[in-house]
T-cell receptor
Framework: GAVVSQHPSRVICKSGTSVKIECRSL??????MFWYRQFPKQSLMLMAT?????????EQGVEKDKFLINHASLTLSTLTVTSAHPEDSSFYIC????????????FGPGTRLLVL | GENVEQHPSTLSVQEGDSAVIKCTYS??????FPWYKQELGKGPQLIID?????GEKKDQRIAVTLNKTAKHFSLHITETQPEDSAVYFC???????????FGSGTQLTVLP
């Protein structure tokens, strides 16, 4: 149990376009989902925390108008990178938590974004 | 905020030997400490976790120890195998949001 999927697994886009990444909890309801960004050979950097039905909470330095997060249901959160630029190229990973007193976060397989 | 330091950054061991990775945290309110294994190009996979009311936890070849007083916790892998080669991350969390603060990662290489 506790499977999290992401789609797409990799995407290449032109500079200026928008890209949407989906994160789904397949076998449990996720009250909270998290979005991370990871550069090569570096650790995971938390971008934002989203709770179902409410606005996401962004970490300091993360532009909320550039990285739009929607957590419309207990099994789906989306991250949209708007007007993508080459510096947005990265590995984006989501995680999901059941909620309540459950601390465990289950991670998706990640999405490799390359902006040309 | 919380700061998690992880050492070493790289670790090479011979197959069958043990590997130990250590982390320290700064916020004494942190009470949940997971360890994740990440293979190249994949998302992190939870391998073991420990809560602050427990000092040690084992799962087959993997164990984690926690010293709350010193604010450090360690991952122990015994009888290492080549498939254990990966990047390992420690993390700490607290509070209702349960946001994780990650360490910088350890590249473990098990030599056959």
């Amino acid at each position: 149990g506790a499977v999290v999927s992401q789609h797409p697994s990799r995407v290449i886009c032109k500079s200026g376009t928008s890209v949407k990444i989906e994160c789904r909890s397949l076998d449990f309801q996720a009250t909270t989902m998290f979005w991370y960004r990871q550069f090569p050979k570096q650790s995971l950097m938390l971008m934002a925390t989203s709770n179902e039905g409410s606005k996401a909470t962004y970490e300091q330095g993360v532009e909320k108008d550039k990285f739009l997060i929607n957590h419309a249901s207990l099994t789906l959160s989306t991250l949209t990178v708007t007007s993508a630029h080459p510096e947005d190229s990265s590995f984006y990973i989501c995680s999901a938590r059941r909620g309540g007193r459950q601390e465990t976060q289950y991670f998706g397989p990640g999405t490799r974004l390359l902006v040309l | 905020g919380e700061n998690v330091e992880q050492h070493p950054s790289t670790l090479s061991v011979q197959e069958g030997d043990s590997a130990v990775i250590k982390c320290t945290y700064s916020d004494s309110a942190s009470n949940y400490f997971p360890w994740y294994k990440q293979e190249l190009g994949k998302g992190p996979q939870l391998i073991i976790d420990i809560r602050s009311n427990v000092g040690e936890k084992k799962d087959q070849r993997i164990a984690v120890t926690l010293n709350k007083t010193a604010k450090h916790f360690s991952l122990h892998i015994t009888e290492t195998q080549p498939e254990d080669s990966a990047v390992y991350f420690c993390a700490a969390s607290k509070g209702s949001a349960r946001q994780l603060t990650f360490g910088s990662g350890t590249q473990l290489t098990v030599l056959p």
